[in-house]
């Protein structure tokens, strides 16, 4: 069966399944099969719409993350020392690898980097 025409909800051929579902119509279909000699018509409908938020990516365990510790916090700071951290006082934060910082409790201490947009431009 091969597809020969997909359309967008307004296009002509698909108006009459428009004004029956509305908004639920995403996209008409036509399929013609050699075969059997036959053209079929296919709708692809919304039957359910739920909040969805995507799955972050996994970090990996070897991957060096800033974890934020105060200034106050002494016993934090040895420990993340003592795991291999290393400060970086342009981040202001604790450089550690995932897997440490895990072990230590720290991950809801991460820090999301920070991306620019003005990378690579000219003129800035």
């Excluded at 029956?20 to 719409?49: A, N, S």
């Amino acid at each position: 069966m091969l597809n020969t025409r997909k359309l967008a909800p307004g296009q002509k051929g698909t108006k009459r399944l428009h004004e029956q579902f509305g908004d639920r119509l995403l996209c008409v279909r036509y399929r013609d099969d050699d075969q059997l000699q036959k053209r079929f018509k296919t709708v692809e409908l919304i039957v359910e719409e739920t909040a969805w938020t995507p799955p972050t990516a996994p970090i990996p365990a070897t991957a060096i993350v800033g974890v934020r510790v105060e200034l106050a916090e002494v016993e934090l700071q040895r420990k993340g020392k003592q795991a291999g951290g290393r400060w970086n006082p342009t981040r202001r934060l604790w450089e550690i690898r995932y897997d440490q910082a895990a072990r230590l409790g720290l991950k809801s201490r991460i820090e999301k980097p920070k991306v620019s947009d003005t990378t690579n431009r000219e003129g800035f």
